[in-house]
């Protein structure tokens, strides 16, 4: 299974929406809605934001939301605001997982 | 409350062995799989191996096939990674996290690989 592919940094301005993709083999993304996202800030674990493509744990912002179109998985942050400023990184999963490269988002 | 926490890393030379460890509280550990996912330094997050609620299916990255092994203990809610024939770019940051979507991290235990 090879590396999912996201872009290296998405930027915005406080208020916009950004998106992030995320894009793979039709085994990885296109047959499966097991996408999930995650959020790194500096020195600390993991979060995860988004699962099953579009489903968010309890307690992550509906600012952020999921989506899929063929071979590409998306991530939205709406609203964008400071403390978004992290890495994400998108996760398939067939047999095994594959995370993607990770993107790093920074609030301008 | 779902904590999991790593332990077991350290500074270990080239072709030796180390064993991590990931222990789980606040959850009914024995029915849910368990990852191992790490992060060498500056990098992003590389998925290791996983190991089904009970046991019986095991799968593993590429880059640690026939080198490593997981395991678990469903009496001592631990999942244990046994790492042989360890390399430099075995150096990470290692973390367990908690089923399908892994929904919950540890902090992470660091294994240094170097002479």
């Known amino acids: 299974q090879s590396a999912l592919t996201q872009p290296a940094s998405v930027s915005g301005s406080p208020g916009q929406s950004i998106t992030i993709s995320c894009t793979g083999a039709?085994?990885?993304?296109?047959?499966?809605?097991?996408v999930s996202w995650y959020q790194q800030h500096p020195g600390k674990a993991p979060k995860l934001m988004i699962y099953?493509?579009?489903k968010r744990p309890s307690g992550v912002s509906n600012r952020f939301s999921g989506s899929k179109s063929g071979n590409t998985a998306s991530l939205t942050i709406s609203g964008l605001q400071a403390e978004d400023e992290a890495h994400y990184y998108c996760c398939s999963y067939a047999t095994t997982w594959v995370f993607g490269g990770g993107t790093k988002v920074t609030v301008l | 409350q779902v904590q999991l926490v790593e332990s077991g890393g350290g500074v270990v030379q080239p072709g030796r062995s180390l064993r991590l460890s990931c222990a789980g509280s606040?959850?009914?550990?024995?029915?849910?799989?368990i990852h191992w996912v790490r992060q060498a330094p500056g990098k992003g997050l590389e998925w290791v191996a996983v190991i089904a609620y009970d046991g019986s299916d095991k799968y593993y990255a590429d880059s640690v096939k026939g080198r490593f092994i997981i395991s678990r203990d469903n009496s001592k809610n631990t999942v244990s990674l046994q790492m042989n024939s360890l390399r430099a770019e075995d150096t990470a940051l290692y973390y367990c996290?908690?089923?399908?979507?892994?929904?919950?991290w540890g902090q992470g235990t660091t294994v240094t690989v170097s002479s």
């Open positions: 099953g493509g579009n």
């Open positions: 606040g959850f009914t550990f024995s029915s849910v799989g």
């Open positions: 996290s908690l089923g399908n979507d892994m929904d919950v």
């Open positions: 039709s085994s990885e993304i296109g047959s499966y809605s097991r």
